[in-house]
């Protein structure tokens, strides 16, 4: 079976997942999703990775979205289960501890931009394009595009997006909030792998706690979020890692964190 999905272990602690379907503009069959499914199992049970990036193979696009090819010869039963299938995929990249940046080398259209959405941070090259385009096959985004993209750039601009169906440049995408940094293409994953060693280096326990009290507290009102940050502030007190912080800053050097 070809290898449409890739894992790549770099700086010890980053994974690098890779779609390869480069002359399918990366999109999501359901053999790809299966290796990606198996590639983020891989990622959740190792607990040495502390971030993860995703981005697409080549330079046109990050993901164009669900495979409309293999999606015309399904039944409707079918594409409801495809569809699913896809959101459950989009959720478990959510769902993952550690910290996830889309590096968005290309086109990100449909389940593609969805995909990006469940990721923590978006960092896309100026000559991408972005959109939920479903409405002009008339449908509508099934994969938590209705849900995650206004609770990141507001419901009117949401909206916007997705009654019209028409993509933007990655230019406007970043000036409404929906991309947090923009680079040119030929150092998109050069300044992916900066942010995550950034990330990498700060302490794992404490990067996991700070993702599950942002998340959850998103959803909740302030005085529930605040809960929700004590909780996960306690989380860390009893750490060594926090032990090695305080010894490290007090000895001006690095710390050396094992998530323990």
Do not use: W
Request: proline share 3%; net charge neutral.
């Amino acid at each position: 079976m070809a290898e449409l999905v890739t894992l790549q272990r770099v700086k010890d602690h980053i994974a690098i997942l890779k779609l390869c379907r480069e002359e399918k503009a990366n999109a999501m069959s359901q053999a790809l999703l299966e290796q990606l499914n198996d590639k983020i199992l891989i990622i959740k049970q190792d607990p040495s990775f502390y971030c993860a990036i995703i981005h697409g193979e080549g330079v046109k696009a990050f993901c164009a979205g669900a495979d409309l090819k293999e999606r015309k010869r399904m039944s409707d039963k079918e594409v409801i289960r495809a569809v699913q299938y896809i959101g459950n995929t989009v959720d478990s990249i959510e769902k993952l501890e550690i910290p996830v940046i889309a590096a968005i080398n290309g086109a990100a259209f449909g389940g593609g931009l969805e995909l990006a959405l469940a990721c923590d941070m978006r960092i896309a090259s100026r000559t991408a394009m972005l959109g939920l385009t479903e409405t002009s096959l008339a449908i509508i985004p099934g994969a938590g595009g209705t849900q995650r993209l206004p609770r990141l750039i507001g419901a009117g601009q949401a909206k916007r997006l997705i009654y019209t169906a028409q993509p933007i440049t990655a230019e406007e995408a970043y000036a409404i909030g929906l991309v947090e940094v923009l680079v040119e293409q030929e150092h998109l994953v050069e300044r992916a792998l900066s942010v995550a060693e950034k990330i990498a280096g700060n302490g794992p326990l404490a990067l996991r706690q700070a993702k599950l009290a942002i998340n959850k507290g998103s959803d909740m009102n302030l005085a529930a979020g605040l809960l929700v940050e004590h909780q996960a502030y306690k989380e860390t007190i009893s750490t060594k890692d926090r032990t090695e912080g305080l010894l490290a800053f007090s000895e001006k050097r690095k710390p050396t964190y094992k998530g323990m």
